[in-house]
Antibody
Framework: QVQLQESGPGLVRPSQTLSLTCTVS??????????WSWIRQHPGKGLEWIGY???????YYNPSVNRRLTMSVDTSKNQFSLNLTSVTAADTAVYYC?????????????WGQGTMVTVSS | ETVLTQSPGTLSLSPGERATLSCRAS???????VAWYQQRPGQAPRLLVS???NRATDIPDRFSGSGSGTDFTLTINRLEPEDFAVYYC??????????FGQGTKVEIK
């Protein structure tokens, strides 16, 4: 059974860097074939895809956060990570790490439980 | 970037009734890349349907997806109490960013 688990601080100061890690179990990131994404949800709002990374390290970011976002992958730990710099209150959200699968059409088929991140001084 | 507009915003129904949720796109979509998700309060979203009409693992057959072009539909037959939730459509276009509809809330009437 594939599972994803987010970890990281729940509170980040404005202008600082938000760093989250997703630990994957049940499948090896290094096996390829999937995209590993971060999706966030502002309080009471809808879903926003912010970026993905592949096992090779190739990443693509949503232009809405492009200049502030860096994603990385550590296949030895079976983890991928997010670094979002210069955060503001607008980055307060629940952050989900998610697997994108190409099977039966593309879809986000496995989701982490989500982690709430608040940006506040 | 394709805009997905879901309607209605809120659907008030009773258990046992049928729910019909619409997702309309600003341009024609590739059917293989249209998915629907359910989000219950306090939970992460979960995949219901991929490729327009393929139910995900362990999803009951009262959920069905259909559509083509710019109009896609999620139908829930015989609503169960656990089906009252928010539903999102989503599309993978030719290139990122991937987009979601704004959601339809199915609430108990």
């Amino acid at each position: 059974q594939v599972q994803l688990q987010e970890s990281g601080p729940g509170l980040v100061r404005p202008s600082q860097t938000l760093s989250l890690t997703c630990t994957v179990s049940g499948v090896y990131i290094s096996s390829g074939g999937y995209y590993w994404s971060w999706i966030r949800q502002h309080p009471g709002k809808g879903l926003e895809w912010i970026g993905y990374i592949q096992h090779s390290g190739t990443a693509y970011y949503n232009p809405s956060v492009n200049r502030r976002l860096t994603m990385s992958v550590d296949t030895s730990k079976n983890q991928f990570s997010l670094n979002l710099t210069s955060v503001t209150a607008a980055d307060t959200a629940v952050y989900y790490c998610v697997r994108e699968s190409p099977k039966k059409g593309r879809a986000f088929d496995v989701w982490g439980q989500g982690t709430m991140v608040t940006v506040s001084s | 970037e394709t805009v997905l507009t879901q309607s209605p915003g809120t659907l008030s129904l009773s258990p046992g009734e049928r729910a019909t949720l619409s997702c309309r796109a600003s341009q024609s979509l590739t059917s293989s890349y249209v998915a629907w998700y359910q989000q219950r309060p306090g939970q992460a979203p979960r995949l219901l349907v991929s490729g327009t009409s393929n139910r995900a693992t362990d999803i009951p057959d009262r959920f069905s997806g259909s559509g083509s072009g710019t109009d896609f539909t999620l139908t829930i037959n015989r609503l169960e109490p656990e089906d009252f939730a928010v539903y999102y459509c989503q599309h993978f276009g030719g290139s990122p960013p991937w987009t979601f509809g704004q959601g339809t809330k199915v609430e108990i009437k």
